[in-house]
């Protein structure tokens, strides 16, 4: 079973940054893409920004040239940089990742969330 743990979120002013963590543990062997997504109060998730092994990075509109998805491959951690929010980003961010463990089953695992809250 592969756990994933977000970290760093926060209540920021609109213009603020905050950088969220998502650290993993388990049985892992390989993870192929790392995810952040967002939900907030009545609305469905959205995707963020995804990562893949290799680096290639996919953002929402939304936050394409303010938020930066990036990952340590070494630790299995990947980081969501969030810089000049605004008070629209305000929701549960999660954590996500696919991949294989030792056992040669795939994954797709969950955080439970981090709530990032922005100020006007």
């Known amino acids: 079973q592969v756990q994933l743990a977000e970290s760093g979120g926060g209540l920021v002013r609109a213009g603020g940054s905050l950088r969220l963590s998502c650290a993993t543990s388990?049985?892992?062997?390989?993870?192929?893409?790392m995810a952040w997504y967002r939900q907030a109060p009545g609305m469905q998730r959205e995707l963020v920004a995804a990562?893949?092994?290799?680096?290639?990075?996919n953002y929402g509109d939304s936050v394409k040239g303010r938020f930066t998805i990036s990952r340590d491959n070494a630790r299995n951690t990947v980081y969501l940089q969030m810089n000049s929010l605004k008070p629209e980003d305000t929701a549960v961010y999660y954590c996500?990742?696919?991949?294989?463990?030792?056992?040669?089953?795939?994954?797709?695992?969950w955080g439970q969330g981090t709530q990032v809250t922005v100020s006007s």
């Open positions: 996500n990742a696919e991949g294989m463990t030792h056992e040669a089953a795939d994954f797709h695992s």
């Open positions: 388990g049985s892992i062997f390989s993870i192929n893409s």
């Open positions: 990562i893949t092994s290799g680096g290639s990075t």
